[in-house]
């Protein structure tokens, strides 16, 4: 071994919390949101997105693409991905 470094403020649940960040993002700026309230404060939405953000990091570990389907985020509207590792 040559050498060793981490940080202990990356990883595990900070990475989950970014990339549902990330979702919600998506979910924001898609034609299905255009004129309608922003859903990235919302916590209720949070916490339907963050085990959505664990698997998709858990299938692009192993996989080049994964799909996301998260039902319900915004009445009547749902988030589909299709997400890759690039």
Not at 32 to 52: F, H, Q, R, S, T
Not at 64 to 82: E, Q, T, Y
């Amino acid at each position: 071994m040559l050498a060793e470094d981490w940080d202990k403020n990356l990883g595990g649940k900070n990475f989950d919390y970014g990339l549902s960040k990330y979702l919600m993002d998506l979910f924001d700026n898609s034609a299905e949101m255009k004129d309608k309230p922003k859903v990235k404060g919302d916590y209720k939405v949070l916490e339907k997105i963050i085990p959505n953000a664990i698997k998709l990091k858990e299938v692009l570990s192993a996989n080049k693409f994964a799909h996301v389907n998260i039902l319900g985020i915004s009445p009547g509207i749902n988030l589909k991905v299709i997400n890759n590792h690039n």
